[in-house]
């Protein structure tokens, strides 16, 4: 798996030790509450994502990686490409995504973490487009997805939800 670099971040592989505080993230109702249904997840569900989560590097050869602030080493969330299978609004599928404990929010690690992803996926993926998904309350995000250089592109319904989904073509990329 490739790590990535960026000013304050280094985008990793997932190890054992992430496991706590990844959980302690997910259980957080605040930061839950634009993802699915809203709902905190357990321990078993946070383990159970990060096994997903490994399986689909080894799958696809792309994938989410852990944010590790570079100061401190400390884990702040995950960001990275993810193949949505069941996406239905074109055919270009891979979804650009980032979730940060709340302690981390507002100090622009999740748009550095979407654009260093956003340009592994083009640069060396080879990608013609990425997308992003969002619920429409999500505010927060929406301004990560256009700082990141996506824009607006539609409605749609996804996952029992209503969503908003961004995206940014290779072509249209402002460097």
């Known amino acids: 798996m490739v790590e990535i670099e960026t000013e304050r971040l280094l985008l990793r592989r997932w190890r054992d030790e992430d496991m706590e505080p990844y959980a302690r993230m997910c259980a957080d ?14 321990r078993e569900g946070s383990e159970g994502q990060i096994s997903r989560f490994l399986r689909r ?3 696809r050869g792309f994938g989410l990686w852990v944010l590790e602030g570079k100061e ?6 995950f960001a990275g490409l993810a193949h949505q299978e069941d996406w239905t609004e074109g055919e270009h599928k891979t979804e650009v995504g980032w979730r940060l404990d709340r302690a981390f929010w507002g100090r622009g690690l999740a748009t550095e973490a979407a654009r260093a992803s956003v340009d592994y996926g083009f640069e060396t993926l080879g990608l013609e487009r990425i997308i ?10 929406r301004r990560v997805a256009a700082k990141a250089g996506l824009t607006l592109r539609g409605e749609s319904h996804w996952r029992n939800s209503k969503v908003v989904w961004y995206a940014v073509d290779r072509d249209d990329r402002q460097t």
């Open 29 to 42: 109702p605040e930061v839950m509450r634009f993802i699915g249904d809203g709902s905190p997840l357990t």
């Open 57 to 59: 590097w080894d799958e």
């Open 72 to 77: 401190g080493k400390t884990f702040i969330g």
């Open 132 to 141: 992003s998904i969002i619920q429409p309350g999500n505010v927060a995000s």
